[in-house]
């Protein structure tokens, strides 16, 4: 494992590396875009930071609409009054639902909106065990792997065909918000899977293995190791070159964020105090965000991006046994996702 990749690695990073701050000199006129969890802490704060670079169009999707509106007028309020009033609509996305997720993906298509960029930054970081109500699986795998999965698969024909239509404007972004806990992985569940011959999503549902403090690290792995066998062996090569950009961004570990909202009691406190004394501020995670989803440009695609650069994956996929899991992950997300889509043609689309 590289430093990079260590926890002296991260410790280094979080104390003496500070993301570079958007550039004044940054307009987004004319630009518009889409952040997924943008009512509270990251997305919130790279709303913000877009929107005083003078973005036209933003589409807050949130789970809670309520709460969504609120977020709106505090933004708007926000907003440098040296900026033209952008337009910054409300829009209901639900991670734990497979047909909130296609529901919101069609009305982005039926409306005619030309997305720039699409920052997937909704997660969640569960310390305790409990299931999805509608598919069953375990909430953090559902979301932070599944859910983000078929969402990312959505957008792309999407925006790739807004590409095409008009190459004038830079290519189209789709920018998911990782961790570089994925690189910490212990993942017990690959080799629990290959024991008992069952597939990943049964080891990860099953209670029994159920680990708090690796679930949120594995679930980030997943998703990473998803994204890698996309973008490298399903992904055509003319669309690779042409069409929308994928990327993923570490935007460090902050303070101010409400990932671990549901931890509660000792362990509530602890990780609390934690976050002031090693955490970086919300807001300076932010910068990463936008970085990636307008800065970073087509140099970025394919890659993993920390503190506004290049960096190395989690290696995971990079052993034999990672090559092996990663093609399973992939099969396995293909095969949660036909009961939801046509994947065949959705495939073909990509």
Known sequence: MPFYNTYPGFLYRQFFICPSRVPSSLSLHGRAGMVTGANTGLGYH??????????????????????????????????????????????????????????????????????????????????????NAS??????????????????????????????????????????VGSETAAWAKFKEAQTATEQQTSLVKALDAEGNFDMTDRYYTSKLLYQ???LELVRNHRSSALRASGTVLNIVNPGFCYGSELHRGVEGALGMVLGGMKRVVGRSVSMGARTLVHAAVLAGAESNGKYLSDNRPAPFAGYGDRLLGRTTQGEVWDETVTELRSVVDMTKLLSEI
């Not at 982005?108 to 930054?121: E, M, R, T, V, Y």
């Not at 983000?148 to 189209?172: F, G, W």
């Open 46 to 131: 790279a709303s913000l930071q877009l929107l005083n670079s003078g973005l036209s169009r933003l589409i807050l999707a949130v789970r809670n609409v309520a709460k969504g509106e609120a977020a709106r007028e505090t933004l708007l309020a926000s907003v440098s009054e040296s900026n033209k009033p952008p337009i910054v609509e409300v829009w209901e996305l639900d991670l734990a639902s497979y047909s909130s997720i296609t529901a919101f993906v069609e009305r982005l298509k039926q409306s005619g909106i030309h997305l720039d960029f699409a920052i997937l930054n909704a997660g969640v970081a569960n310390f305790t065990y409990g299931l």
């Open 135 to 176: 598919t069953g699986h375990e909430d953090s795998i559902q979301i932070n792997w599944l859910s983000t999965a078929l969402l990312t698969l959505l957008l792309m024909p999407v925006l790739d065909q807004q590409a095409a239509a008009n190459n004038e404007r830079p290519r189209p972004i789709i920018s998911i």
């Open 225 to 227: 190791l998803f994204f």
